[in-house]
């Protein structure tokens, strides 16, 4: 069974671009969370997303944004980007949004924005 | 409010003894369960083992054991019989459930060093 695939696996852009990222969930899942991992503020949660629709929300600024697609695929999307989004996007696929027992992970996007 | 403190940056541990790592948590909701990531420098987030809040037995996956004290609001990792292998950041995380919640809270990490 694969994993949670998420690409690209490294990105570099500059200041003002926006860029997409990729999350494939474990075959059978259905929901989608994505998480940005910082040297300073650790592991904080994005946005998550059960049958195409956003369940929860973090709190972050619009500029960061994301969708499902039918098969549960996931992008996330973050437009005018700034040096401070620098980080590790994690997405985790589970079987259903509110199942306490089970979250996996993909192998993250390292994005480096100069 | 609802956390997760893990209260060591960095651990020492030799080859072959045991280690445990500190979580502790704090939610009102009664139902929700606990996590153990284990995070390798190559960034995968690799899931170890979990904690329901109404399992009556602590949690055992190979080599690794949560031990849960409810009432203490606590769930340490423990890892037998350390390998080298075993060197990485490791993050408690919790999942509270029965609302509009399904995220995972996550603290801080405890880097893992493993001596031969």
């Known amino acids: 069974k694969a994993g949670v695939t998420q690409t690209p696996r490294y990105l570099i852009k500059t200041r003002g671009q926006q860029v997409t990222l990729s999350c494939s969930p474990i075959s059978g899942h259905r929901s989608v969370s994505w998480y940005q991992q910082t040297p300073g503020q650790g592991l904080q949660f994005l946005f998550e997303?059960?049958?195409?629709?956003?369940?929860n929300k973090g709190n972050f600024p619009g500029r960061f944004s994301g969708r499902q697609f039918s098969n549960s695929r996931s992008e996330m999307n973050v437009s005018t980007l700034e040096l401070g989004d620098s980080a590790l996007y994690l997405c985790a696929s589970s079987m259903n949004w509110m199942t306490n027992t089970e979250a996996f992970f993909g192998q993250g996007t390292r994005l480096t924005v100069v | 409010a609802q956390k997760i403190t893990q209260t060591q940056p960095g651990m020492f541990v030799q080859e072959k003894e045991a280690v445990t790592l500190d979580c502790t948590y704090d939610?009102?909701?009664?139902?929700?369960?606990l996590f153990w990531y284990k995070q390798p420098s190559s960034g995968e987030m690799i899931f170890l083992i979990y904690q329901g809040s109404y399992d009556q037995q602590n949690a055992t996956e190979g080599r690794y054991s949560l031990n849960f004290q409810k009432a203490r609001k606590s769930a340490n990792l423990v890892i037998s019989a350390s390998q080298l292998g075993d060197s990485a950041m490791y993050f408690c995380?919790?999942?509270?459930?029965?609302?509009?919640?399904?995220?995972?809270?996550f603290g801080k990490g405890t880097k893992l060093s493993v001596k031969p």
């Open positions: 939610t009102s909701d009664p139902s929700y369960g």
């Open positions: 997303y059960f049958s195409e629709t956003q369940r």
């Open positions: 995380a919790m999942r509270v459930g029965g609302g509009s919640q399904g995220n995972l809270i």
